[in-house]
């Protein structure tokens, strides 16, 4: 069985800077995609960013590709999310996303808060 678990969130002042990390576990013998999805309240689940094995990346848009930044260690099995310059409209539940084993899972989420 495949598990995600999200760390890294919190709460933290408009601009501040937050690295979230992903760590998939289980029984795992391939992992073609990775990324991050956020919730903002009221509002549907929506991409921020993915990464695939061979390391190509997509952005929701250009907003947050010029302020977030993901990244993987394949020797550990994570994702991270950097994400500088936060705003208040970042303010969302982040779900981890990866295709594993030919599967799609999702992590349970951690709260990201920007004050302002």
């Known amino acids: 069985q495949v598990q995600l678990v999200e760390s890294g969130g919190g709460l933290v002042q408009t601009g501040g800077s937050l690295r979230l990390s992903c760590a998939a576990s289980?029984?795992?013998?391939?992992?073609?995609?990775m990324g991050w999805y956020r919730r903002a309240p009221g509002k549907q689940r929506d991409l921020v960013a993915t990464?695939?094995?061979?390391?190509?990346?997509?952005y929701a848009d250009s907003l947050v590709k010029g302020r977030f930044t993901i990244s993987r260690d394949n020797a550990k099995n994570t994702v991270y999310l950097q994400m500088n310059s936060l705003k208040p409209e970042d303010t969302a539940v982040y779900y981890c996303?990866?295709?594993?084993?030919?599967?799609?899972?999702w992590g349970q989420g951690t709260q990201v808060t920007v004050s302002s």
């Open positions: 289980g029984n795992i013998f391939s992992i073609r995609a």
């Open positions: 996303y990866g295709f594993i084993n030919l599967q799609q899972y």
């Open positions: 990464i695939t094995s061979t390391g190509g990346t997509n």
